[in-house]
Structure formats: C-alpha cells, structure tokens
C-alpha cells in the first residue's frame, strides 16, 4: 500500500474507499498501469472481506477479475468496494475505480476464501 500511495478513507465490511496518485504507478505510455488498479482493487476488497472475516479469521484472495475501461494520466483515482456476498467460507466484493472527475476507469471483482487464522 505503501509503495503504490495508497490511502483508506473509509473501512467497514459494508463498504471501504480509497485512494491512490496517478503519478509514480504509470505503465511506458504514461497511463495509469492496469496492474495498480488491479492492486488498488484487490486491496479495498480485502480489507472489506477482512472486516467481515473478523479477528479470529483470515480473508485471502482468490480470484480477481478486472475491466479496464478507460485511461487515466494524471491526478488520484479512487476505489469503492462494496459486497456482493459474504458468506461463512468466501466474500465478494464489487469495486469500482474512478477518476477525479467520477468517470469510472475500472471495474473489479474479488473473491476471498475466508480461513481461521492459524496460532502463531
């Protein structure tokens, strides 16, 4: 998260949003890469799947599916990941990436197997 400018501004199992800077996660052509959408994605829909996990489990993801639709230069994008199931043993979530202007720039989906978290 760290590395890609990644930043939660709201984080519940109900919905989690954030953000991340076009500029330092662009791919030769200086277009946002589709890789950190897909990870700005992945992200938003973990931490929501974590949230419903719960502390006694894990969320860890297990398919992503992601459509480009349009390019992005400059700015912030930011992502909103919403549940589309959460079960007993798995959580999807919906996400959407959007640019500054609210034109949606990609959209995702993300499954999480959900684990009881192993004693250390």
């Known amino acids: 998260m760290t590395r890609l400018g990644i ?3 709201e984080a519940s ?3 989690v949003v954030g953000t991340m800077p076009v500029q330092g996660n662009v791919q030769p052509y200086g277009f946002l890469h589709g890789g950190a959408s897909a990870a700005l994605a992945e992200t938003l829909g973990s931490i929501g799947a974590q ?4 502390a006694g489990a894990v969320a860890i993801g297990v398919d992503l599916n992601i459509t480009h639709h349009r390019s992005v ?3 912030m994008v930011s992502g909103t990941a919403q549940p589309l199931h959460l ?8 996400v959407t990436v ?9 959209s995702a989906r993300l499954t999480c ?3 009881p978290r192993r004693a250390t």
């Open 87 to 94: 079960g007993r043993t798995t959580a999807t979530y919906s």
């Open 113 to 115: 197997a959900i684990r």
């Open 13 to 15: 199992s109900d919905r």
């Open 7 to 9: 930043e939660i501004t």
């Open 73 to 75: 230069t400059a700015g």
């Open 98 to 106: 959007s640019d500054e202007s609210g034109a949606t720039v990609a």
């Open 51 to 54: 949230h419903h996990a719960g």
